[in-house]
């Protein structure tokens, strides 16, 4: 079976004490082990996490799907609050973020760096391609461009030893877990473009996607992207997409009312999946 666990989102669900803020964490469980994907902006996912009965001990791992503060900046917190497991991220993840504004730039940054763990005597592990945590539950990162249209956002920069360039997210991971209907992947935000991350993933494990979770980064997408985004879940044989976080609110409304197909959901703070 796997569990996911939306520990925080932008939106709350039916549980009205839990806490909702611009950020995303879930709580992945399998037969083999438990993984924290992504700790949202600051103390909030912790605090759900008690509020839900959710234990953040025994902890395997923690995937930090990029180094945008709204889902790698609580991990200082959850850290201080006892989760010592080995961090996985992507390379280049401690080069800091930034969003062009006009002449300005507006830090996004994790707000932590290697001395962190370092000083904690946290093991950290780089991702470039596929890294096996356990049996059938895999971090993947370097994913090719498949779909043209779909390109981070131009105002995303990282700033280098060179200077600021246009950050195509080098650092971006997904979560792959191999269950009985296919391929279940978990994504953070998909800044690469959630079709060039399915296919790569789809490509490189042979195996159809059963189900996506996480954020599409939909939320600037036209009609027009959005039916194409739709139509090739369906050709992949995506069965089932809870998306959440950047997906924004126009598209979500436009996936509620798919048709036949792919089945689309919108995972909010405190809703949780279990597939047997």
Do not use: W
């Not at 569990?3 to 950020?23: D, F, K, P, V």
């Not at 006892?82 to 940054?109: N, S």
């Not at 498949?146 to 997210?169: A, I, L, N, W």
Request: proline letters at 3%; a negative charge.
């Amino acid at each position: 079976m796997v569990i996911l666990r939306t520990l925080l989102e932008n939106t709350l669900s039916q549980n009205r004490s839990l806490i909702a803020e611009h950020g995303l964490s879930f709580m992945v469980e399998t037969q083999h082990g438990k993984i924290l994907f992504d700790c949202s902006a600051g103390n909030a996912a912790r605090k759900n996490a008690e509020k839900m009965n959710v234990s953040l001990t025994g902890v395997d791992y923690v995937v930090l799907s990029h180094s945008h503060y709204d889902h790698a900046g609580g991990y200082p917190d959850m850290v201080r609050s006892g989760v010592r497991a080995p961090l996985i991220t992507g390379t280049r993840f401690f080069e800091e973020k930034y969003a062009q504004d006009g002449g300005k730039y507006v830090y996004l940054g994790c707000g932590f760096g290697r001395e962190f763990f370092e000083a904690e005597q946290i093991e950290h592990r780089v991702c470039t391609d596929c890294l096996t945590l356990f049996e059938g539950c895999y971090a993947v990162s370097g994913f090719e461009q498949k779909y043209e249209f779909e390109k981070p956002p131009s105002r995303f920069v990282r700033q280098t030893t060179e200077g600021m360039v246009q950050d195509d997210f080098p650092d971006e991971v997904c979560l792959v877990i191999e269950d009985t209907k296919g391929l279940v992947v978990i994504v953070g935000c998909s800044h690469p473009g959630i079709l060039n991350m399915l296919e790569t993933v789809k490509e490189r494990f042979g195996r159809q996607i059963h189900a996506v979770f996480g954020g599409s980064h939909l939320v600037e997408a036209d009609e027009a992207r959005l039916a194409q985004t739709m139509k090739l879940f369906q050709d992949m044989g995506v069965a089932l997409a809870g998306f959440n976080h950047c997906t924004g609110d126009a598209a979500q409304s436009r996936l509620s009312q798919a048709g036949e197909g792919t089945q689309y959901m919108h995972l909010k703070a405190g809703d949780c999946i279990f597939l047997p």
